[in-house]
């Protein structure tokens, strides 16, 4: 088992940053694929960006540019700097985590095992 917090979230307007961070406890694996997804009301969880144990990291093409996903293997943290936020962006982030391998090119929610309690991130005009 594998255990996801998340923090970071908060209000920002838009134009600002945020930088969210996920800590991974429990099991230990050689090898992680770590994700994070956003959810605004009314609308389906979406893929943001994963990345590998190894650095390689995929994002969508609604954030690239703009936010960027980082980690610390050493203490099992992941990132997701958010630049020149949006009001679109406002929506619920959520870690997730895979053992083994990233599916590169795609991030989806069914690629990923378990999964954080969320982060509210709410951008302001």
């Known amino acids: 088992q594998l255990q996801l917090v998340e923090s970071g979230g908060g209000s920002v307007q838009a134009g600002g940053s945020l930088r969210l961070s996920c800590a991974a406890s429990?099991?230990?694996?050689?090898?992680?694929?770590m994700g994070w997804f956003r959810q605004a009301p009314g609308k389906e969880r979406e893929g943001v960006a994963h990345?590998?144990?190894?650095?390689?990291?995929t994002s969508a093409d609604s954030v690239k540019g703009r936010f960027a996903i980082s980690q610390d293997n050493g203490t099992n943290t992941v990132y997701l700097q958010m630049n020149s936020l949006k009001p679109e962006d406002t929506a619920m982030y959520y870690c997730?985590?895979?053992?083994?391998?990233?599916?590169?090119?795609?991030?989806?929610?069914?690629?990923?095992?378990?999964w954080g309690q969320g982060t509210q991130v709410t951008i302001s005009s």
């Open positions: 997730a985590a895979r053992p083994g391998g990233c599916y590169y090119g795609r991030v989806r929610t069914t690629d990923f095992t378990y």
């Open positions: 990345i590998h144990t190894t650095g390689v990291a």
């Open positions: 429990g099991e230990r694996y050689s090898a992680l694929c």
